[in-house]
């Protein structure tokens, strides 16, 4: 709290600990407060944020829907690099913040504030993942993050703060509250805390919230087909999607089919790790898809060199380098390595498992029945080639070898 | 055919292919013809080959069960770079040629051999595996490839060599022949050709051999926990199993649930695409479960280290470069990261996929509770570190972003 | 020499192995040949080649002027990666190849040949990418490397080739003949053979042919300043110049102070080590500006990727792999990181040694004076900052020294 | 300053600064004082700063020669790996970091302290370098970093407190004090500050103290022999010295011919770009030297990996994580690749530039002259095979073209 501040644009869900975040800013920092809420497919509703910011005395109030917007400019980018943190983890939250900060900023320009503010902790990878964001697109901005200023950490002086302040807090809904905390957005729903602290204890059935267990999903296997365009599904069995559309239809199929549930440890930016269950039903066959067109259209050293530059990728969107040159100049790359990467992928879903089983491409594919077969050898293929490739790339081992000797 | 042969080592599987093999070997280059044939796990008896390679003429024979060494000196190794080629494939068939081509010239060592042959094509990958091993190992071996030199390349024409050289040849087995071409070693069973050989089509349900349909699988799912050491699994729900034998008990449990299962289109060495369907059951186990493990006992940049270069380490086996000095290079660094990865994996095997439910590790945990939940704050992790943690690696955004504007 | 060919496009010097080389073709062939000789550099006249292969009955006779095309579209590009292979060559021969190989192709496609063919050995390098650029800009082109065909492997039987055969010898010039194996275009000129095949033996001080010893440069320095746009040098103390001036100039400079003499023991793609000299005056010169210019104006991690990417890039060119989509999606990436590498580079040049002695940059700079200096401390960066950083950054390192305890 | 210390150890170099941060220390917190100072070749007796610290009251005094340790331990293992940052510098200052860490640490843990300090700024490295180390050595140890903390930001005040506190001030010292921020060791000497802050004024000629002018270097060339034992140079000439003894050596001989002086502008970690100057003469000697003998004895692949995590590894240590599991994982993997770097390397030093002219190496080399020219073909190196080389490397080149079509 080192500066003065005259405005700030608040990251405001609508919920209790964000309310507060709005009447402690302006408490604290004498400052106004201007809300913005979005909709980036969470699952609820964001036009009640209105009438809760309007009764706390908030003058501007911006509530939006990102969803087309978060998908076709994020999550879709991402997936064209078959993004996948540690071996296992889809994203789902990192890549939803650069969106957030972006409007925070624009919004900010707009009203003429001098700060930002959010209600992640000072435990996390979001605090540093809206900071980054704010700071590389308006780099004069102030980043007010309470959670790493108030002494409100306890639930009790949360309360207590609340109340005091006339702010109205629903205690049947604090009552029953998840023991779990949770984000979602298009692209997943995570899951921290209670149990889970335990990484040995096995996470209780009645948490997930967007799938069916695999147990309960049908006993019959779906079949999907997902047309890719420049390594972006845009259609589904036949069907063009928007990008939001697409998504929230893969979610629900997905989620029918006990897809995509995910239970990790993870190495968090700040240092430790924390553990956490994610549900991405729709990215877990997004993925897999993707991965199913590109193994028919993409040659073989752009998809290595892909593959080889994925986790740095990856690190970048994780840690919160969305908004950074680096990532921008790999994505003119990622982006490049699409042009061909055009057809269709048959998958099976059935009861938690998402697997291809057909992939196509009229015009991009480079798969050549001939060339691969044991049957033909109408000259496009000379075995005797090989053993030309063989001895000079044998020639160095040799050579060593003979070193050895 | 270049050079005089006075003895030659075959790769011989007892099979009718690499029996007019030995043959033709014999007679084309007037030499002495030494028969090795190898346990890997295929899943054939080795031994009815000695008798088959006795009536052949064959004076100097091995029969050897190498699935110990098989497992523990190549497959553990391997896994411990948590090694997938192009994403999904865990490399079954590349890891197994190295010990053949090791095998292979020891013995030609051993017999005064001055050649090896194997029954590979011109047209796959691992013709290389075997040949780049054997020259690594043996610079001035000389190598034959029938495959690519005879003119015995349909059916037919090898039917007839078999008949006019008294090879007997399994009419009845023949006439029953999968349509497909299978490879098969204790990590895994491959399926290529037939339908396969249209990308589109889906392989049919009962060309799968070593799994049951995810659909008829159990209806309940199977818990197991395995124990690694040193970043190998030594130990099933707590019964300490030999590195053969752990695989092999994996797959049947992965097998029994229908795990393992994969239908790609991959990239070969050799330049082209190629579709190959996969039964991986207990590999699929492993790779899992070694993710789980790492992600509790491994430091972060490590983990991440070894993300990057999997790709490039993948890539040495399955082009057939284990016997490398870069290959060795990077299985020093691999081996040296796995000190700590110690402890227990709890999984869940259900219906054709296998999920981690917990982990643990009583010395080489690096999950602290305390400092990862949002409850406590006992000086271990200061919030207010973050500030500068992001302002500091904020800062060359906030210049860059400065001179935009 | 598999298929029939009608017509071949020769790249051909006008020297006697390509003149024999045309007349070789048409014989062996039977074919038409179409001569095509390019100036890149080289430092010889290239018009005098339409008579000899006018002389020889060649009736489609190519000569071309492709010095700016060379260092704008190949040498340029290169450069803006700070492309060095194996820590020390500036791929002077590696990087001329591509648009050698383009041009054969198109000439191919203008006049209706089937072929193309070069006059590069079965041992280098430069075969490998010739072919490979051919192949991937006419995949059904048919290629012909007569060195690796014909049986005229030796001086002697090439100059009986040559009487026989009516084409003119100059005895005088093959006499006099350098004992070296050299090679040239705007780029460098290199040197192989003669005793540079003793790798432990020095280079002849007069075998060097672009620069003047260091011994025998001026005793006082010459100052430069390089203006750099986009990555690209376009004037030279103030003033402008055409791509191939400027490296023409550059190399007259750089060659003057004796700058840009390499002598190295480099790994031929084709497997084999091999010794060569080479002299790359203005390109030493260049690398060492664009170096000094991205050091003010690069973000730092654009630079780090760009150092670790280098290595990749760097092989692609060496190895002949400048016509493959790989090589097409990194150029994008590096493309697109020179927007702002913009600004001047003054540089030292002295007996030998370039070294930057000063950079500017009026819109682009990074460099903050009050940031760096230990005096200052006006907000825009607080030391208290570091603490947090550090100990976020230490968090993992201590949980894991822990573990040890 | 948040909680109490009871004894801290400090890195001290006896000149005012830490003299000072002694006085300071044990007046802020009330702690003992251990000091600690090491000769690890910055060229100044450290023998005085025992009398300094007597007369300071310190009790507990460390003053350790540390120059082979220094060269044995850290910088030969760095120079393994050819690390270079950024494409220039040779991490003269990064590489004693580690080694002050762990001697920090180890003394206190001898001496019973809790905490440890130094008397770097809260704008560079080396605090970074300093703390990391410390944190990854004792985990619950405190740091101290007094330039973060007081508010002694002035040379005036500075001053002020050293005659309150009765520290002796040497004015006539101070008076002529060097304009540049100056820190040394036996790698090198770096020049940070006065007239570099402006990156485009070219340094003054009389700041450089290692090494003479080129202008001024003799005018014959000098050619000395180093010779290498896996990976480290062992002997100059023929004569065996220590490591201390080698860099020390080399300093003098590559200072007298003008070698190792470099103008940068770099990134430091913490953020900002810095223009540094450095000299480094023995240390560019020994990079030339190191290039030199694995050109002709190092495996290709196993080269360009190392040239590909160059870059990685050189970040860990400018970045002052030597003391990581990374590192430590990395370094496995470079010395694994060093057997064999062994034989003589020749180089010529002239008037600020070094070159290798001849290496050698009787067991180890790689280098075969009858595969390498152009006049043999023995059968080690069959020219036909190329053929079939190209053909298969130019397949999938081939099948894309085709897709373009």
Chains 1, 2, 3, 4 share one sequence.
Not at 195 to 206: H, Q, R
Not at 231 to 244: F, K, T
Not at 306 to 324: F, V
Request: hydrophobic letters at 35%; aromatic letters at 8%.
């Amino acid at each position: 709290m080192s500066q003065s501040v005259n405005k700030v644009v608040l990251a405001y869900s609508g919920g209790l600990d964000t309310s507060i975040i709005a009447k402690w800013l302006s408490e604290t920092y004498g400052c106004e407060v201007v809300t913005f809420t979005a909709d980036i497919g969470q699952g609820e509703e964001v036009e009640p944020a209105r009438a809760k910011a309007k009764a706390m005395g908030i003058k501007e109030i911006y509530i939006e829907d990102l969803r087309e917007e978060f998908v076709r400019d994020y999550v879709f980018p991402m997936f064209r690099a078959n993004a996948i943190y540690e071996g296992e983890y889809l994203l789902g939250t990192s890549i939803a913040r650069p969106l957030i900060a972006k409007r925070l900023i624009e919004i900010a320009n707009e009203t003429g504030a001098d700060a930002v503010s959010h209600g992640a902790t000072g435990k996390g990878n979001d605090q540093v993942r809206f900071e980054l964001g704010a700071y590389a697109l308006k780099p004069g901005v102030q980043v007010i993050a309470p959670w790493r200023e108030w002494d409100l950490n306890s639930r009790e002086s949360l309360m207590k703060y609340a109340e005091e302040h006339n702010i109205p807090v629903d205690y049947q809904k604090a009552k029953t509250k998840s023991p779990y905390s949770m984000d979602a957005n298009l692209l997943h729903i995570s899951y921290e805390g209670g149990i889970l602290e335990d990484p040995w204890a096995e996470a209780e059935d009645d948490m997930w919230r967007w799938s069916v267990s695999p147990e309960d999903a049908p006993d019959v296997a779906t079949y999907i087909t997902l047309t890719y365009e420049k390594g972006d599904p845009v259609a589904l069995d036949g069907e063009r999607l928007s990008p939001a559309a697409m998504l929230e239809t893969l979610n629900k199929i997905g989620g029918d089919n006990g897809i995509g549930r995910l239970d990790i440890v993870e190495n968090r930016y700040v240092g430790m790790k924390s553990r956490g269950c994610y549900e991405t039903p729709g990215g877990t066959i997004m993925m897999k898809g993707h991965r199913g067109i590109e193994s028919l259209t993409l040659d073989r050293e752009v998809g290595h060199l892909k593959d080889a530059l994925m986790p740095k990728y990856t690190e970048m969107i994780y840690n919160g380098y969305w908004w950074s040159p680096e990532r921008e100049m790999m994505q003119a790359m990622i982006d490049a390595s699409q042009t061909h990467v055009n057809g269709d992928v048959r998958m099976k879903l059935y009861k938690g498992s998402v697997s291809v089983v057909g992939r196509k491409s009229e015009k991009d594919s480079l798969f050549d029945e001939k060339i691969a077969t044991f049957e033909d050898d109408e000259g496009s293929y000379n075995q005797a080639d090989a053993e030309g490739f063989i001895k000079l790339n044998a020639l160095r081992l040799r050579i060593g070898a003979g070193r050895k000797g």
